[in-house]
T-cell receptor, first 113, second 119 residues
Framework: DGGITQSPKYLFRKEGQNVTLSCEQNLNHDAMYWYRQDPGQGLRLIYYSQIVNDFQKGDIAEGYSVSREKKESFPLTVTSAQKNPTAFYLC????????????FGQGTRLTVV | AQKVTQAQTEISVVEKEDVTLDCVYETRDTTYYLFWYKQPPSGELVFLIRRNSFDEQNEISGRYSWNFQKSTSSFNFTITASQVVDSAVYFCALSEAGYSQGGSEKLVFGKGTKLTVNP
């Protein structure tokens, strides 16, 4: 089945540690996105990529890093510089050009302990 | 800058009631796309509808209907005869000029409306 797979579903991190969230898609989509969701805040864009080996910062990129070495994969690293990383993280992908709907993974809930 | 406002934070209805979720957007572009997504308790966002700025026709899909009015910059969503399975958080989103026009394709989301349908 085609879709977006995020792993793990739940992740616990100690303060000061970097962690990497996985996002893989087999939809042959060009664009991939990472969003952060906090209660009452809706979804905020962290990073996005429209082509392999290229990505742009979203609205809240500080403390995060990404890579896009393969079309299918767009991992997100939450670094120790992110002061408040506890949140629900959603990965999405879409085809280009404009206006196509994005498909979302099931999310990763990250908790700092 | 683009912005999406969903003024209703939470709505609670009794099964079989009709309910309308409001969405107001701001954009400077003449070409844009509007979306509604549903987020059930499982967390994954489910695409419901896309509407481009040149198509103001209302759409109906089963118990769901959408009213797009450019004059008021609104894209409201109505559920007729609500059911318990409709309980979820609903997001309205806006996408401006796309990749082919130098844009980014990124979606800007409202903060969501949590709908609870009680039996």
């Amino acid at each position: 089945d085609g879709g977006i797979t995020q792993s793990p579903k739940y992740l616990f991190r100690k303060e000061g540690q970097n962690v990497t969230l996985s996002c893989e898609q087999n939809l042959n989509h060009d664009a991939m996105y990472w969003y952060r969701q906090d209660p009452g805040q809706g979804l905020r864009l962290i990073y996005y990529s429209q082509i392999v080996n290229d990505f742009q910062k979203g609205d809240i990129a500080e403390g995060y890093s990404v890579s896009r070495e393969k079309k299918e994969s767009f991992p997100l690293t939450v670094t120790s510089a992110q002061k408040n990383p506890t949140a629900f993280y959603l990965c999405a992908s879409s085809i280009l050009p404009q206006g196509t709907e994005a498909f979302f993974g099931q999310g990763t809930r990250l908790t700092v302990v | 800058a683009q912005k999406v406002t969903q003024a209703q934070t939470e709505i609670s209805v009794v099964e079989k009631e009709d309910v309308t979720l409001d969405c107001v957007y701001e954009t400077r572009d003449t070409t844009y796309y509007l979306f509604w997504y549903k987020q059930p308790p499982s967390g994954e966002l489910v695409f419901l509808i896309r509407r481009n700025s040149f198509d103001e026709q209302n759409e109906i899909s089963g118990r769901y209907s959408w009213n797009f009015q450019k004059s008021t910059s609104s894209f409201n969503f109505t559920i007729t005869a609500s059911q318990v399975v409709d309980s979820a958080v609903y997001f309205c989103a806006l996408s401006e000029a796309g990749y082919s026009q130098g844009g980014s394709e990124k979606l800007v989301f409202g903060k969501g409306t949590k709908l609870t349908v009680n039996p």
